[in-house]
């Protein structure tokens, strides 16, 4: 079993959208997928009660029951579990970092989000995890991306070589119990999380 944490201590940092969007893409991947949602808004979660699939598993949790958690996702069959954490709080994101095989950090392209970027790294780089970040909803017509990616190289941390964009899918499925390879599946979105997916995949050799 392989364990992701999506961690971020910026809010609306895009975490839910990328958990539950990979959790899919592992499901139709025929992997058997489950979101622990560690976060106190619990939005994986309400996306779940949105959705008429049974799949995949959200448990909504604290951090100090994950460990158990995470042993009732290994007794279940589970192939992945990714784990979705709460902003502005690092004893939660230092607890996902731990009991991870790999750390996600998504991060929009605006400064006020790239500026939280060092300390979710600092958190990452104490757990001694593997970690890459994510940039998420870029503008599709812009260069906002390119300098972007320039502005965080000098942290130091890996940059996936694939992106998100800003589009409607990503925002409208999920209102519907959806991710956009459901609502879309021919669409911009879906092929951007099918190939990230993949990436993924290669990284922790699932």
Known sequence: ????????????????????????AAIYDGKEAMII?????????????????????VISAQ?????????????????????????????????????????????????????TLPSTIDIATFAGKSTSIVLTAVPTRETIGQQAREAIEPLGIEICPHTTGDRAAYKNAPTLGLVAQEYEPRGKAAEEINILYKWICNKVIL
Not at 2 to 21: D, P, R, V
Not at 37 to 57: F, G, H, I, M
Not at 73 to 97: E, R
Request: hydrophobic share 45%.
């Open 1 to 24: 079993m392989k364990i992701i944490s999506i961690l971020s201590q910026k809010g609306g940092a895009t975490k839910t959208s990328l958990a539950i969007h990979l959790a899919v």
């Open 37 to 57: 949602d560690l976060d106190p808004q619990a939005s994986a979660t309400k996306w779940k009660d949105l959705r008429e699939k049974d799949t995949p598993v």
């Open 63 to 115: 951090a100090s029951r994950l460990v158990h958690n995470l042993q009732t996702a290994k007794d279940a069959g589970a192939d992945l579990v990714i784990i979705d954490t709460a902003p502005h709080s690092d004893s939660i994101a230092a607890t996902a970092a731990r009991n991870s095989d790999l750390v996600l950090i998504p991060t929009r392209c605006s400064i006020l989000d790239m500026q």
